[in-house]
């Protein structure tokens, strides 16, 4: 009868230890898979350095193709998803002509650029609306304003290019923003 009373004692705690085991294990199983990692913030503006790099450029066509680059400067990842907003620039900071179009050859998604990392959108620039198009008033633009993706604030960057100082003159497109500093086309 003693040893069947110590078995059973010894099976009761040896069960009471697996359940208190297993519920410990499930609780702290749960808590790590709902402490995903979180998401990078989206990048502002002021986080950002905008450029364009006219060493990658193509043409074809009348059309030139660079990459405008967005470089993370703010020292953590963030992230830009869709178009930026871009418009040719005087000086004096008086837009030229029409904004950039937007060009739909890629799907929008979300990037994520490391600290000191760049994404780029491809920028396109019709050489022919510029040079043909009756009623453009064709200027020099020295700078290139640009809306970082879902940002209220621009950013200026140099590029001097011919451009049509009259509306109507689509002569920009550009393409969503895309991972990396290369060109896509």
Known sequence: MFNRLRRTTVAAACA???????????????????????????????????????????????????????????????????????????GSGKQLGNAASRDSLFAAKTVTIPAGGTAHADLFYSNGEVTTAPGCKPVTA?????????????????????????????????SVVRPGPRLDV
């Open 142 to 174: 020295t700078l290139i304003k640009v809306y970082p993706p879902n940002q209220k604030a621009a950013k200026n960057g140099f590029f001097d290019l011919r451009v049509c100082s009259a509306a109507n003159h689509p002569y920009l497109k550009t």
């Open 16 to 90: 009471l230890t697996l359940a208190a085991a297993g519920t410990a294990w499930a609780a702290e199983s749960a808590a790590a898979s709902s402490a995903a990692p979180a998401a990078a913030p989206a990048c502002s503006s002021s986080s950002l350095s905008v450029w364009v790099d006219a060493s990658q450029s193509d043409a074809g066509a009348g059309t030139f193709a660079f990459p405008l680059e967005f470089t993370n400067i703010s020292g953590k990842a963030c992230t830009l998803f869709g178009y930026p907003g871009v418009s040719a620039i005087n």
